[in-house]
């Protein structure tokens, strides 16, 4: 089993940053903006929002019934689409200001919450939606998630703004990191030998390097350095979140493609792995 180890305070600053930036964009969307289509398939921008609460609810021991119907509608693909599925509709019919309360109630909640955990406790072992791991790696593919939506939201605004915390995006784009190796191996199934570059531009510019010997899987450096990678992939890391996940929006005329470029091709095809 997979045992991530992550800082426990720099996580959780960092959540609790994102739900402070999501709190504050909810509350600046125009009544319009708010019940207009996302960039999600069959979810609002108000829809967003209650995702958000749930997903924190559930954390904190919460449920709420689901409709007879939740997994045959059209967008819902899996059982984590259920759950989320699930909260959205509990909010649905709600008012706006009651939105936004239970949003403020979870966000104080969870902030207690984590802020009481001990280092040992953010090892623990847990499940997570990438597979049994640790907690700390749960609440980092948290900040993955609420970054993402952090973006969602931006573009909903339809103001030009992006992320502006390079601590979020860095925990964000290291979980994004982290997947990358079965996007390559398993989704775009490269070719054993292998060697692939993301260089990721922006607020947290990183570069993520993958060679596929039996697996694809992250190494430091290549052999013959980065100019000998067979693939080189050069993408703002707002822009590689919305492919990864999927979002109606994203470009994938957005990635510079150097080298192979029928294997670049295949890499940004399946980049949306995000459930």
């Known amino acids: 089993?997979?045992?991530?180890?992550?800082?426990k305070d720099a996580i959780t600053s960092a959540l609790i940053a994102e739900w402070s930036v999501l709190?504050?964009?909810?509350?600046?969307?125009?009544?319009e903006q708010w019940s207009a289509p996302s960039v999600l398939p069959g979810w609002t921008n108000a829809d967003i929002v209650a995702h958000i609460i749930g997903t924190e609810s559930m954390l904190d021991g919460r449920d709420v019934a689901a409709a007879d119907d939740i997994a045959d509608r059209e967008h819902v693909k899996n059982p984590i689409g259920e759950l989320n599925e699930r909260w959205a509709d509990h909010f649905r019919?709600?008012?706006?200001?009651?939105?936004?309360?239970?949003?403020?109630d979870i966000i104080e909640t969870?902030?207690?919450?984590?802020?009481?955990?001990?280092p040992e406790e953010f090892e623990a072992d847990a499940v997570t939606p990438?597979?049994?791991?640790?907690?700390?790696?749960?609440?980092?593919?948290?900040?993955?998630?609420?970054?993402?939506?952090?973006?969602?939201?931006?573009?909903?605004?339809a103001d030009?703004?992006?992320?502006t915390d390079p601590a979020s995006a860095d925990a964000a784009l290291e979980e994004i990191s982290s997947s990358l190796p079965f996007v390559v191996g398993k989704r775009a199934s490269a070719p054993a030998g292998s060697t692939v570059r993301f260089e990721i531009t922006g607020l947290a510019p990183r570069d993520v390097r993958i060679?596929?010997?039996?697996?694809?899987?992250?190494?430091?450096?290549f052999a013959d350095g980065d100019?000998?990678?067979d693939l080189t992939l050069r993408v703002d890391g707002v822009e590689l979140a919305r492919l990864v996940g999927g979002r109606r929006d994203a470009d994938p005329g957005a990635v510079e493609v150097i080298g192979d470029e029928a294997l670049g091709k295949a890499v940004i095809d399946r980049l949306d792995y995000v459930i």
């Open 160 to 163: 030009g703004s992006t992320p």
């Open 93 to 104: 019919a709600r008012p706006r200001p009651e939105v936004l309360a239970a949003l403020d």
């Open 110 to 118: 969870r902030t207690a919450a984590l802020t009481a955990m001990s």
């Open 211 to 221: 060679a596929v010997d039996g697996r694809a899987t992250l190494v430091e450096s």
């Open 23 to 31: 709190r504050a964009l909810a509350g600046q969307l125009t009544d």
């Open 130 to 157: 990438a597979g049994p791991d640790t907690y700390g790696r749960f609440m980092r593919i948290r900040v993955f998630d609420c970054w993402i939506h952090e973006i969602d939201l931006r573009d909903a605004l």
């Open 1 to 7: 089993m997979a045992h991530t180890v992550v800082d």
């Open 227 to 229: 100019d000998a990678a």
